[in-house]
């Protein structure tokens, strides 16, 4: 018998006997009841579903509707497993609308959940245990990598809107050691996927309640060419979106760098660290623009003096969300040949409507088309690409040990003999895995599909036209100063959100 088939050992059979005749046979109604109720709220508790009035304000344009559904929902999530997405929905929702002060405030409870649930993990040595149970959308939200780097950046800004560099250098260079700690993390996490998958083939796997689970070999089920095929067709859809950044690394962090150290640096370190950001930025998302940034730089680098500017900054649509997809699993039961169950995976959901591109015209004439910055797309994507491999490893573990432990059920009450005792078992087992059998679809949805930028000469009248699809907005800036103009776009017809502020 090979060990890395699913069954149970002779004192498992007896002890499963015990507990199914007693509680299947003489609680059956309730428990079907019971299972009934739990796939009713857990398919009504979902974020996807509890933020689905919001998403529709937001992407709507109805600002004022979205603004007083995330505050409420914000509230409401205090100590919840969700509260950290709705933190950050709300940071960037009242940010967007202008109103700074209360983004900084959720946007640091945010700040205060990542860095908790970072500290409990370096406390947990050994790991977390992995939740064979249930389903990953039931434990707390503990941020990806992409939502703390943004977190960071979106709070730079909010302090350049208040007039206030010092915090804002602050929050750039959390954002700066985020990118780097996030590729030791990922690293760090390979590591234990390995292990626990180790451990599961060995049957040395301990799941949430603190007991060994079966045996189960993960790579086996990878290399399985029905579940593999339909793995990797999601993956190359994943792979039409990447470009070539950086594991971990947001230009549009790394630009607002470059901004800040050019214009408000201090020093010689300052404009060393500008010309560093514009070079890396320009290797990723090269341009005309980025390119009259770094040279800018390098010649400040020499002693020149920063030019007086006008910047645009372009956030446009609507990130990844994500959908689950069924693919079916190989469980290896008794025999050789594979029997499969199906588990939910995440797939991400991309929104391809939206306006690609802003350009800016002065009164003279003289037009400033948009150029590509950062796409929110390729950064998801990488991230999702990069943790496809954990999140195999988790779906495999926790699906297939739903699925013996209810045909392990199914078989002990077979032998009893007693209808109502196999009825209720089949409906508990299936409910069950129906109501937990959902993928972790998670993820902050008013985070912008793209970041362009314009670079151009401060107009000397101050006067500006702004051309965003079929609208456009006038704009005054202050000439001899540097102006920052922040616009908002989140679908191709309602009228973009406007900021500025001045960088000297």
């Not at 304000?57 to 007083?68: F, I, R």
């Not at 209808?419 to 299936?430: F, G, P």
């Not at 001899?480 to 616009?487: A, D, H, L, P, S």
């Amino acid at each position: 018998m090979m060990d890395n088939k699913m069954i149970l050992k002779a004192g498992e059979r007896e002890f499963l006997h015990g507990f199914v005749t007693h509680h299947f046979v003489n609680h059956s109604l309730s428990l079907i009841a019971f299972v009934f109720l739990i796939g009713i709220f857990s398919g009504c508790t979902t974020y996807k579903g509890q933020s689905k009035a919001m998403a529709n304000a937001w992407q709507a344009g109805n600002y004022a509707a979205a603004v007083a559904s995330v505050n409420l929902k914000a509230e409401k999530s205090t100590g919840s497993k969700d509260e950290l997405l709705w933190r950050l929905e709300q940071g960037a929702v009242l940010s967007a609308v202008g109103n700074i002060e209360g983004s900084l405030r959720a946007f640091d409870r945010a700040e205060e959940l990542v860095n908790r649930y970072e500290d409990e993990a370096k406390l947990q040595l050994g790991g977390e245990a992995l939740a064979l149970l249930t389903t990953q959308a039931n434990l707390p939200y503990k941020g990806k990598a992409y939502d703390k780097i943004m977190m960071n950046s979106y709070k730079a800004l909010n302090y350049l809107l208040l007039s206030d560099p010092d915090n804002a250098r602050v929050e750039l260079n959390r954002a700066f050691q985020r990118q780097k700690d996030a590729v030791v993390a990922n690293q760090k996490k390979i590591e234990k996927s390995l292990e626990t998958a180790e451990q599961s083939k060995q049957g040395n796997l301990q799941g949430d309640d603190g007991k060994s689970a079966q045996s189960y070999d993960v790579n086996r089920a990878q290399g399985d060419v029905r579940f593999s095929s339909a793995a990797n067709a999601e993956l190359a859809m994943v792979d039409q979106r990447l470009l070539s950044y950086a594991d971990y690394v947001n230009p549009f962090s790394v630009f607002l760098e470059g901004l800040f150290f050019s214009h408000l640096g201090l020093d010689g370190s300052d404009i060393e660290h500008a010309r560093q950001s514009f070079e890396r930025v320009k290797g990723m998302s090269p341009g005309k623009y980025i390119s009259a940034d770094h040279a800018m730089a390098e010649a400040m680098a020499n002693g020149a003096q920063a030019e007086t500017l006008t910047y645009i900054i372009f956030a446009t649509g609507k990130a990844p969300t994500r959908d689950q997809i069924r693919i079916d699993i190989p469980l290896f039961l008794l025999t050789e040949e594979a029997t499969y169950v199906g588990a939910s995976f995440p797939r991400l959901r991309y929104h391809d409507q939206y306006v690609p591109q802003i350009t800016a015209v002065f009164s003279g004439g003289e037009s400033y088309p948009s150029e590509l910055l950062c796409s929110m797309d390729a950064i998801i994507s990488r991230d999702f690409k990069n943790a496809w491999p954990m999140v195999v490893t988790k779906t495999l573990l926790t699906s297939a040990t739903k699925a013996i432990a209810g045909r392990a059920a199914e078989e002990v009450v077979q032998r009893s003999g007693n209808q109502w005792a196999i009825l209720a078992t089949r409906v508990a087992s299936t409910a069950f895995q129906a109501s937990s059998n959902i993928a972790d679809l998670r993820t902050w949805i008013t985070l912008p599909k793209e970041f362009s930028y314009i670079r151009m000469p401060t107009p000397k009248d101050g006067l500006l036209t702004l051309r965003v699809g079929a609208n456009e907005q006038t704009a005054s800036v202050t000439p001899g100063k540097t102006n920052i103009i922040m616009v908002r776009s989140v679908n191709d017809i309602s009228l973009p959100i406007l900021e500025q502020f001045t960088l000297n």
